[in-house]
């Protein structure tokens, strides 16, 4: 995964609550068994309507996009993430996140800003005159031309992945021995618990 | 640790964490795993470009659902039919492919066995009560009906468990639904839980366990519980459950990959410990009232835009925040529906009865009792029943059942996820409504343009009989 520090760009003023992830990727695009081109298929039903904002070229190759509450509900797809990282996102500010989508952002090297929804407005006028915003994921700053400023919290093993770009499963796999000593514990004392389809 | 009165949750939480980070991140043992083929290909070519093999894969099962169509899969000859869609041959083939290359038990779409991973879990005994359960899925939640710890996961993290059997996981805090007095007639589990999610919204659960609490659920069989659970997603919550009881271990005895002889006697043993203790917090507390429940309906594009069957469609200035009246104007639009219209008026075409939602023998039971000797309304283009397992839908025929759906009108289908979620030829039309036993009504979720209503079986059935969305009760 790509490291995140900071970012800096253009805004996407999308603003709707509730965007799920059959929204950001519909399952016509799930049959793909690679992570690539998911871009193409991004907000494909919005993407239908005249004048919306993902081909307003004021936003093209906008690297941060501001949703409204619930972003992300619904389906556990990771296509979303990949989908949204292929479009160039890399930030996404929200007044709230569906838990297992933003576990996947975060897991493709996408930041998920959580602040209040007056913030959010905030962002999105500022977005909608096409000035930038800068995301510091170290200072957990959000900060505009116009001297706003932000602060967001985040979980500090997500910043840590982050900002330097780390692989979980080579994190854990480096675990195994603490792993394997629970598991040997459980087949002691629950055996049943082990057994999964050897039974 | 033990003094201080914990949740279910909890308990759960605190059997699986084999070390805490110092940022408080758990590393949480993972006891059982679905995959199915959407969700797992890319995780699988993970694995392999690492050269990481699967740590325990007798934990993991594999089943295809998502993708495969509903329609015969054996030719008169007894060969298997070939899948159309070269993409979803692809996918399904990887998965068939993978899972032996891994060492994991593979349930073949031929199988009797096959069916969707959530109906699939519980009736193999695969899904315990205790357990932490994950799956590529959302509606993983589904199998906290058993009293299991059970959510969904993203690809990376399906990863993760194959290589790990763990997660990294953050606690969510612990929440309460506790539902007082007892439901009316014609009130089913599906009812119950869409007026849930339509009272505390689609993120009225986020960040949170949902614990559901009350005797209307000790009342419920372990299906309805299943249903319950299931939806809890559509109301944000990570995961909901259900504390398991003798029902629950009565419906488990006995199955495939549960545990047997002694093993059995102290697996109940400890399955009776788990329930939230006396005096235990939760952060949050939800209490519904089960006298205001009736059979519900939803009239929008999000599964809390939830009206009873009496009701009408909202008008979008009634709600109170203005993100709510831009989001119910557009789904309004979309559903093609006219703020003031009675549900009762809003005609159908299509009818939908499956899902890991409601593709249980039960749900096919409640249809079957309003269909029998009943027939479609000529205006319903397109009713299907698609049950959510070859052991389903097996046993529905021995109960006639197929006949009854026939005869009213259904096409009776092969197991799948089917019209649930558009990915598979089960489709329904642009522009078309469906009153449907599934669990999500998003924009284009059964297909480009069309438009879902969620509903309980019994009314899918009404629905389909009436040609318009309809109040079982009142069927006569």
């Known amino acids: 995964m790509q490291p995140l520090t900071s970012v800096e760009g253009r805004a996407i003023p999308l603003g709707l609550k509730n965007v799920d992830t059959d929204i ?14 998911l871009g193409a298929g991004a907000f494909e039903s919005l993407r239908a309507e005249p004048g919306n904002v993902f081909d307003d070229p004021a936003y093209k190759g906008a690297p941060i996009l501001i949703a409204g509450d619930n972003y992300g509900c619904g389906s556990s797809r990771e296509h979303a993430a990949w989908a949204m990282l292929d479009l160039g996102i890399r930030v996404v500010i929200a007044p709230s996140f569906s838990d297992i989508h933003s576990g996947n952002a975060v897991k493709n090297g996408i930041l998920p800003v959580v602040l209040p929804q007056d913030a959010v407005d905030r962002l999105l006028e500022v977005a909608r005159e096409g000035q930038p915003i800068t995301v510091d994921l170290e200072s957990q700053t959000v900060t505009t031309p116009y001297q706003d400023r932000f602060t967001f919290d985040i979980d500090p093993f997500r910043k840590h992945c982050l900002l330097n770009g780390l692989d979980e499963v080579g994190l854990t796999m480096a675990r195994g021995e603490a792993i394997g000593g629970f598991e040997a514990q459980r087949a002691a004392a629950q055996p049943w618990l082990m057994r999964g389809t050897s039974i | 640790m033990a003094s201080r009165p914990r949740t279910l949750y909890e308990k759960i939480w605190d059997a699986h964490v084999v070390e805490t980070r110092e940022d408080g991140t758990a590393l949480v043992y993972i006891d059982r795993h679905l995959v199915h083929e959407v969700t797992s290909p890319q995780a699988f070519e993970a694995l392999r470009l690492a050269g990481r093999p699967v740590r325990r894969p007798e934990l993991t099962l594999a089943v295809p659902d ?53 109906v699939v879990g519980p009736e193999q005994g695969f899904s315990l009560p205790g357990t932490t359960i994950v799956c590529g899925d959302s509606h993983t939640a589904c199998h906290g009906g058993l009293g299991a710890l059970a959510f969904g996961i993203g690809t990376s ?3 993760h ?16 639904v506790r539902v007082e007095g007892d439901l009316g007639p014609g009130v089913s589990a599906k009812d119950l839980i869409l007026h849930i999610i339509g ?5 009225g659960g986020s960040g949170y366990v949902i614990e559901y609490r009350g005797r209307v659920f000790e009342a419920m069989t372990v299906e309805e519980r299943l249903t319950v659970c299931n939806m809890s997603i559509e109301a944000g919550a990570r995961a909901g459950l259900i504390a398991p009881d003798d029902v629950t271990f009565a419906y488990l005895k006995g199955r495939p990959m549960a545990p047997q002889g002694a093993e059995w006697d102290a697996a109940v043993a400890y399955w009776r410990t788990l329930h939230s203790d006396e005096g235990a917090v939760f952060a949050k507390s939800v209490v ?23 009701g009408r469609v909202p008008h979008p200035e009634d709600f109170a925040d203005e993100s709510k009246r831009v989001a119910a104007r557009k789904s309004l639009d979309y559903m093609g529906l006219t703020p003031g219209t009675p549900m009762t008026e809003v005609p159908i075409e299509n009818v939908f009865i499956g899902s890991c939602t409601n ?44 006949k009854v759906f026939i005869e009213a009108g259904f096409e009776w289908r092969e197991p799948g996820c089917s019209a649930c979620l558009g990915m598979n030829p089960d ?46 009760r009142q069927l006569g």
């Not at chain 2, 519904?288 to 009496?310: F, K, M, R």
């Not at chain 2, 529905?396 to 059942?401: I, M, V």
């Not at chain 2, 669990?439 to 079986?457: C, D, E, K, M, Y």
């Open chain 2, 359 to 402: 593709s249980r023998i039960e749900d096919l039971r409640a249809a079957a009792a309003v269909l029998k000797g009943r027939r479609k309304a000529d205006n319903v283009r397109w009713a299907i029943v698609v049950p959510g397992s070859g052991l389903v839908k097996a046993m529905a025929e021995d109960e006639g059942l197929d």
């Open chain 1, 24 to 37: 950001i990727i519909p399952a016509k695009w799930l049959k793909t068994i690679s992570r690539e081109g």
């Open chain 2, 157 to 159: 993290e399906v990863e």
């Open chain 2, 199 to 203: 009272k505390i919204g689609a993120a």
């Open chain 2, 161 to 176: 468990v194959l290589a790990t059997q763990t997660l990294l996981l953050q606690q969510s805090k612990p929440m309460e």
């Open chain 2, 427 to 472: 489709k329904v039309p642009p522009g078309e409504r469906c009153a449907s036993t599934s669990n999500r009504n998003f924009v284009g979720r059964q297909g480009p343009g069309a438009r879902t209503h969620l509903v309980s079986p019994a009314m899918a059935a009404a629905a389909a009989v009436a040609g318009r969305l309809a109040d079982v």
């Open chain 2, 66 to 118: 998502h993708n495969l169509p509903t329609t015969p899969r054996l030719d008169a000859g007894g060969r298997p039919v070939p899948i159309a869609d070269p993409e979803s041959a692809a996918q399904l083939a990887a998965l068939e492919a993978n899972a032996p290359a891994f060492g994991i038990r593979y349930i073949p779409a031929t199988a009797r066995e096959q069916g969707i991973v959530h």
């Open chain 2, 288 to 310: 519904i009232d089960a006298a205001q429940v009736e059979p519900s309906v939803t009239w929008g594009t999000s599964p809390e835009d939830v009206v009873p069957i009496g």
